[in-house]
């Protein structure tokens, strides 16, 4: 048997970082909303019991340093299984982009796994695994928009945002997240307004969203990384409701409900760099109600 989950990737619309915990990872509050850019992924079972990857990008692993292999050992030693995957992974998400492809690729073989196996895993059992894997799988899990505490991994959902089109630019270059977090002082930086973006979200208004846009990480990766002071320049130049770097970079989004703006803004950007994307929102998957 053979099953298939779609992968969205997140933004990141309001990230904000507390301080360092003795545990090395840092606290945060983030406000996240999945969008329609999404990788494919497809588990099939294996006559023997291995666990294969295949993905359709170059520079990502294909063994047990991939998060979708990790998920899917959890899983086999959580529950105790002893049959074989294959998964493939179709990237359409551009990776080490702030984006969360990996973790969203983790999140979806979890899903995938508990229809392929039968597990009835309810949605606190597909956490337990999601943060053995990395911070952003928990919020993968289910998608939508949600605030994330802890290190990530604590999810309240929140409403949906008003419908608008993302407008996605990834420069030509990577970030590590964990260099990132380590350059990052926390007490100097800038902080956003998580809980009036929340607010903003609860009155579905949309300018007010746009205005709060912020991230603590944005300044650290702006340094290491010029060409997006330049794009945030250019989309300001052509016109978006709001402008923000996603996670810890380099990608950055920009969100508007016009889609004259939004075809001008992919015009623009495509001169100048060559990953340059436009997708809505997506929905919080409708998983799970079957078993809570
Ligand atoms: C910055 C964010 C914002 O959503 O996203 P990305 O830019 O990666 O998409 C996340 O906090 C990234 O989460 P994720 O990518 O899952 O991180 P993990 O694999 O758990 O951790 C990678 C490394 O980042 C650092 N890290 C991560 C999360 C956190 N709350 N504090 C940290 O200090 C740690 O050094 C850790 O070793
Ligand atoms: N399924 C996967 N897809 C993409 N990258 C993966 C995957 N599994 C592991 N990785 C590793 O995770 C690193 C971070 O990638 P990604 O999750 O796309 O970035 P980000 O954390 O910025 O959102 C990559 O450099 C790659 O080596």
């Keep these: 048997m053979k099953v298939l989950e779609k992968a969205p990737a997140k ?20 406000v996240m909303t999945s969008i329609d850019l999404a990788d494919r992924v497809e588990c099939e079972d294996l006559p023997e019991d291995t666990i294969s990857i295949r993905t359709s990008a170059p520079y990502v692993p294909e063994d047990e340093r991939n998060f979708a292999y990790q998920a899917a050992k959890c899983i086999k030693e959580t529950y105790n299984i002893h049959r074989g995957v294959a998964i493939s992974i179709k990237k359409n998400i551009p990776v080490a982009a702030g984006l969360a492809g990996g973790s ?6 979890i899903r995938a796994l508990n229809r392929l196996w039968n597990l009835e895993m309810t949605y606190e059992a597909m956490l337990d695994i999601a943060v053995q894997i990395g911070s952003d799988v928990a919020f993968c899990i289910k998608g939508g928009t949600a605030l994330a505490t802890g290190r990530g991994e604590q999810i309240a959902p929140l409403p949906s945002l008003p419908p608008c089109w993302v407008i996605l630019v990834k420069p030509a270059v990577s970030v590590s997240t964990a260099q990132i977090y380590k350059e990052l002082d926390s007490k100097s930086a800038d902080h956003p307004d998580v809980d009036e973006m929340i607010e903003a979200i609860k009155r579905e208004d949309f300018l007010g969203i746009c205005q709060l846009l912020g991230n603590t ?3 650290v990766t702006m340094k290491k990384v010029a060409d997006i002071g330049k794009i945030k320049q250019h989309m300001k130049t052509i016109g978006a ?3 923000l770097m996603s996670g810890s970079g380099p990608t950055v989004f920009a969100l508007t409900q016009h889609e004259s703006r939004m075809q001008r803004l992919i015009n623009g950007m495509k001169g100048y760099c060559s990953q340059v994307f436009a997708v809505r929102l997506c929905k919080p998957f409708p998983l799970l109600s079957k078993y809570e």
């Design 11 to 30: 933004i990141n619309l309001s990230l904000d970082v507390l301080g360092k915990r003795d545990d090395g990872y840092h606290e945060v509050r983030m």
């Design 104 to 109: 969203t690729d983790a999140a979806a073989t």
């Design 217 to 219: 990480l944005e300044a």
């Design 241 to 243: 409701e709001g402008i």
